[in-house]
């Protein structure tokens, strides 16, 4: 059975910070990249990163780069996203998700299972 869980997020101030986690089964974790997704009210789930499965390659959208950097703890499996110099368009709701291969990848089809989710909310 997978098993994946979000947290960590919440209300903060535009130029705050938040740190994400996904903790998940072995099941899902173990040999996969893995990757975080976004979905605001109304609008399609995003890409946001991704990361391998050693950790040595990442990936992220345009819009995060430079202030979110994601990393994973393959000995908890567990994955994270720390995110600084938010925005309120970053106001969403942050999905994690197992890949289908150990590449990350920015597709929606190249993931599978996914969380319940954490709110993100960011107040400008």
């Known amino acids: 059975q997978v098993q994946l869980v979000e947290s960590g997020g919440g209300l903060v101030q535009a130029g705050g910070s938040l740190r994400l986690s996904c903790a998940a089964s072995?099941?899902?974790?173990?040999?996969?990249?893995m990757g975080w997704f976004r979905q605001a009210p109304g609008k399609e789930r995003e890409f946001v990163s991704a990361?391998?499965?050693?950790?040595?390659?990442?990936i992220y959208a345009d819009s995060v780069k430079g202030r979110f950097t994601i990393s994973r703890d393959n000995a908890k499996n567990t994955m994270y996203l720390q995110m600084d110099s938010l925005k309120p368009e970053d106001t969403a709701v942050y999905y994690c998700?197992?890949?289908?291969?150990?590449?990350?990848?920015?597709?929606?089809?190249?993931?599978?299972?996914w969380g319940q989710g954490t709110q993100v909310t960011v107040s400008s």
């Open positions: 072995g099941r899902a974790f173990s040999g996969y990249a």
């Open positions: 990361i391998s499965w050693s950790g040595g390659s990442t």
């Open positions: 998700a197992p890949g289908r291969t150990a590449i990350p990848s920015t597709r929606n089809y190249q993931y599978n299972y």
